[in-house]
């Protein structure tokens, strides 16, 4: 069982930045595959941004140029640094972690950006 923790979510303004961690339990974690994921009131849960464990990212056309995932294996630690965020970025984003057919999510994190 992996235990997922998010945090440095909040309320920032629009054009400011975040940086989100997610803080894993697993001592092998630089084994699973790890991801962002955000949901906004009343839409869906969109993947953000992701990363295998070779390093190998993908983002959402929404957020490519602006948001950069990365992670500390040495510190069982995901990161997303999310810079020029807009309102339409506001959203709970939840960190995951999978690894062959076992997903984990965190609690989520809320993001507020202002106008």
């Known amino acids: 069982q992996v235990q997922l923790e998010e945090s440095g979510g909040g309320l920032v303004q629009a054009g400011g930045s975040l940086r989100l961690s997610c803080a894993a339990s697993?001592?092998?974690?630089?084994?699973?595959?790890v991801g962002w994921h955000r949901q906004a009131p009343g839409k869906q849960c969109d993947l953000v941004a992701d990363?295998?464990?070779?390093?190998?990212?993908n983002y959402a056309d929404s957020v490519k140029g602006r948001f950069t995932i990365s992670r500390d294996n040495a510190k069982n630690t995901v990161y997303l640094q999310m810079n020029g965020l807009s309102p339409e970025d506001t959203a709970t984003y939840y960190c995951?972690?999978?690894?062959?057919?076992?997903?984990?999510w965190g609690q989520g994190a809320r993001v507020t950006v202002s106008a």
């Open positions: 990363m295998t464990s070779d390093g190998t990212t």
């Open positions: 995951r972690a999978s690894k062959l057919w076992n997903v984990y």
């Open positions: 697993a001592v092998t974690f630089g084994s699973y595959a």
